[in-house]
């Protein structure tokens, strides 16, 4: 009679825990697997889009090179986000030290930062417009011969835009 007791109590419990008493014998390493499954998940996920570049690394060279008197540190890749129907523009966002050469004392203007293509089209840098330039303030005073400045400077390219920046102070 004790035993039925004690069995009628032991069901009532299984019951209320849903079915078991304890954890199957591989619970853990079910667990495990499925941890790693997740994180394996979104490493993948939150790996497909286009990292920071940073200005040593190979691939941020082979978009944009320096020109003459430009020292790129960082270049950074934004989309338009301005729904336009076919286009496949995007922007680069590129951090760098200008150096004054020019042989004269200089204000530089931002749109006077070009980057040239390898087909001689031009865009112009710009510092507002889109979102990817939220919060981007540049110098602007004046540089004598020979001073140098680090800028921040977006230009809306195509697509894997190749090409070389530079500033241009003939216009």
Known sequence: ?????????????????????????KAPRVKRFIFLAALGAFAVISG?????????????????RAGQDVEIKELRTYG???AIAGTNDEYYVIRFKFTNN??????????????QDLQNRRYL??????AALI???NYTGELARGDSHDYTVGFRVPTNTQGIIFYDASF
Do not use: W, Y
């Not at 009679?1 to 014998?25: E, F, K, W, Y």
């Not at 497909?48 to 944009?64: H, L, Y």
């Open 1 to 25: 009679m004790l035993d039925r007791v004690r069995n009628s109590q032991r069901i009532a419990l299984t019951h209320v825990r849903g079915g078991c008493l304890r954890d199957p014998p």
């Open 48 to 64: 497909s889009g286009r990292p920071a570049q940073a200005a040593d690394s190979k691939i941020a060279n082979t978009f944009v």
């Open 80 to 82: 338009t986000s301005d």
């Open 102 to 115: 020019v042989g004269v004392a200089l204000v530089p203007r931002i749109d006077h930062f070009v980057i």
């Open 125 to 130: 840098g710009v510092e507002i417009g889109n």
């Open 135 to 137: 919060g981007i303030s």
